[in-house]
């Protein structure tokens, strides 16, 4: 398995939108997570890569949308009305089989920093 590679992090203002982009090598299906300085690791959204059926964390249901270009082998991060509280390192983990996520493969990450 080959390591996913986040990309698309940056400064933005409140109310503002990003879009992450997470290339992958498939599987069975790729989440989101982030984590704050001193807090814990947060699901964020995850995508099944064939039937494209997704899941929310609460806190970003209706903000973001979590998608998949399977020709690209890319799950994308549309983020927007981003908040403070969403300031945070996201990563991409992949499920390659179905067991469950593989944190061991997770990406490198990418800075998201969310100003008041």
């Known amino acids: 398995q080959v390591q996913p590679v986040e990309s698309g992090g940056g400064l933005v203002q409140a109310g503002g939108s990003l879009r992450l982009s997470c290339a992958a090598s498939g599987g069975y299906a790729m989440g989101w997570f982030r984590q704050a300085p001193g807090k814990a690791r947060e699901f964020v959204a995850a995508?099944?890569?064939?039937?494209?059926?997704?899941t929310y964390a609460d806190s970003v249901k209706g903000r973001f949308t979590i998608s998949r270009d399977n020709a690209k082998n890319t799950v994308y991060l549309q983020m927007r009305s981003l908040k403070p509280e969403d300031t945070a390192v996201y990563y991409c983990?992949?499920?390659?089989w179905g067991t469950g996520w593989s944190f061991d493969y997770r990406g490198q990450g990418t800075q998201v920093t969310v100003s008041s």
């Open positions: 995508i099944n890569w064939s039937r494209a059926t997704t």
């Open positions: 983990v992949p499920d390659y």
